[in-house]
């Protein structure tokens, strides 16, 4: 049975940094679009970042261009969701998905086949 799991998360100050990973197993990791997710309290999940199966493509929402970024080693069946200059507004609780033959473009549209159980991230002084 396929699973992601997600780790990395936890408190940390304004301006920091924080690497989020996703292990999957039960799939061939290599055959799967990932994409990062999160929800804040009281509003619905949404898109943060997608990267295409062999990662040469990368999707991100636009609040968080150029402060995160998106990775994927197929080898260890993982991706990476590196987090810098980190905002009170990025607080949420962070889910990676995996989309089957899926493209970073659809992923970042909510496409999705697995979804992890989530990581929090707090963003606190």
């Known amino acids: 049975q396929a699973q992601l799991v997600e780790s990395g998360g936890g408190l940390v100050q304004p301006g920091g940094s924080l690497r989020l990973s996703c292990a999957g197993s039960?799939?061939?990791?290599?055959?799967?679009?990932m994409a990062w997710f999160r929800q804040a309290p009281g509003k619905e999940r949404e898109f943060v970042a997608a990267i295409s199966i062999v990662g040469s493509s990368t999707v991100y929402e636009d609040s968080v261009k150029g402060r995160f970024s998106i990775s994927r080693n197929n080898a260890r069946n993982t991706v990476y969701l590196q987090m810098n200059s980190l905002k009170p507004e990025d607080t949420a609780v962070y889910y990676c998905?995996?989309?089957?033959?899926?493209?970073?473009?659809?992923?970042?549209?909510?496409?999705?086949?697995?979804w992890g159980q989530g990581t929090q991230v707090t963003v606190s002084s």
């Open positions: 998905a995996a989309g089957y033959r899926d493209t970073a473009q659809t992923m970042a549209a909510g496409r999705a086949d697995y």
């Open positions: 039960g799939l061939t990791f290599s055959s799967y679009a």
